[in-house]
């Protein structure tokens, strides 16, 4: 399909005036600049990249610059975040933007049909990139903590959408709200989680240790815990594009979507009984929207005072954001006062463990073929309990699903 779009993004934008013009005129006179955006030939790689990369990136610099130039100081005490730290965390926003909204761009192409409007992939990547304008812009407001508040503005981006969304995708004027409300929900779970992600791994580089960096082009970067192998990027690289394409793939219904596994099947992976522990309830749930489902099936065991849970979740296409940490073969380890947390890589599967000796409780989980998570996690004995729970599971089964 790509391929019967241009390569760039085409005339200049109609009336001229380059990108801050047409920021002007979206802003000012967003009905008369939806029309032009409409009728303006574009392709996927111009409006990426010559539209939201450069307006995504002003928040993330705004807030790196704010962190280093104003650091955060509470009841006397200034905290500054590590540099290389802030500056991972900066480009990982920025470029997780970027990718959430071309996601949301297949999400509002594929809801578009059930609200009478038109599939148009070019139509739909215009609605997501140029909405998010004022969003983007009012980022700049972060690089002042006072100014911080004023970033509220950024939500006349709603306003945009609710004008250009359903008139460049052909939705009915009656089926509009719906189309909005709906379209809006999943924009913003998709940048809610793509801004957990950025500072889930942006947070790691805050505790810097010294000589973290190994040599150029290749060895192993050690921070704050966690391992990374940067001999295996490229495998990251072309793992997070299979994703990529699984997850359009999904959205879309086609050839590739991933459907998420019954979850009675599911429930019937958990065991009945546990040496020495019964077996209280089970339950399973599952669902999915627009193409894009999970189902997960949950059991509690009980033994005197002691409980705990062990439950097993297809995440589905969600799932392959693993694929960053098994490809880099991530790995963690810290001890705490009381117990540890640790993750690794173990027979091509993401282990993580946790214990708290004075609690007498913890959870172990195993991630199956970045889709798969089996967990057990509550009150036990010691972590093998937890971990004899989580080997009664059939894991060779999941592996075998995922196929």
């Known amino acids: 399909m790509a391929s019967e779009f241009p390569k760039d993004i085409g005339q200049p934008p109609v009336g001229g005036g380059g990108m801050v013009g047409r920021i002007q005129r979206l802003i000012l006179k967003p009905k008369d600049e939806w029309t032009a955006i409409d009728a303006d030939p574009m392709a996927v790689q111009g409006i990426l990249m010559g539209w939201v990369a ?26 500054r975040p590590p540099l290389i730290g802030a500056i991972v965390t900066a480009v990982l926003t920025w470029a997780l933007a970027i990718a959430s909204t071309y996601v949301w761009a297949l999400i509002i192409d594929a809801l578009a049909p059930s609200f009478g409007g038109t599939k148009n992939q070019i139509s739909a990547l215009k609605a997501a990139a140029f909405s998010g304008t004022a969003a983007w812009i009012c980022g700049i407001f972060g690089i002042l903590p006072f100014l911080g508040i ?6 006349y981006s709603i306003y945009l959408f609710w004008v250009g969304g359903p008139m460049l995708m ?19 779970v998709a940048m809610i989680v793509a801004g957990m992600i950025a500072f889930a791994i942006g947070g790691a580089m805050f505790a810097m240790t010294p000589n973290a960096f190994g040599p150029a082009g290749g060895g192993s970067i050690t921070v704050g815990g966690t391992t990374l192998d940067t001999s295996k990027l490229d495998d990251a690289a072309a793992k997070i594009q299979a994703a990529s394409s699984s997850m359009e793939a999904s959205v879309k219904g086609g050839n590739g979507a991933v459907k998420a596994v019954d979850p009675g099947t599911l429930q019937n992976l958990l065991p009945s009984s546990i040496s020495g522990w019964n077996r209280t309830s089970v339950e399973n749930q ?28 297809d995440t589905g296409v969600l799932g392959n954001i693993a694929t960053l940490g098994g490809a880099l073969a991530t790995s963690s380890n810290k001890q705490t006062a ?66």
């Open 170 to 188: 052909k939705v009915p004027q009656d089926k509009a709200p719906g189309f909005i409300i709906v379209s809006i929900i999943v924009g913003a």
């Open 150 to 155: 004023l970033a509220i503005l950024g939500l």
């Open 286 to 313: 599952g669902g999915a929207a627009a193409g894009i489902g999970g189902s997960n099936a949950r059991a509690e065991f009980q033994s005197g005072d002691q409980s705990f849970s062990l439950s097993v979740t």
């Open 338 to 403: 009381t117990g540890y947390e640790k993750s690794e890589m173990q027979g091509g599967n993401m282990v993580e463990e946790k214990w708290d000796n004075q609690s007498k409780s913890g959870s172990y989980s195993v991630l199956v073929a970045s889709r798969f998570s089996v967990e057990a996690s509550g009150s036990a004995p010691s972590i093998d309990t937890l971990k004899s729970a989580v080997a009664s599971v059939n894991l060779g089964q999941l592996q075998s699903m995922a196929k």
């Open 54 to 79: 450069p307006l995504a990136a002003i928040g993330p610099a705004a807030r790196l610059i704010q962190g280093q130039v104003f650091p955060m100081s509470v009841f006397g005490i200034t905290w």
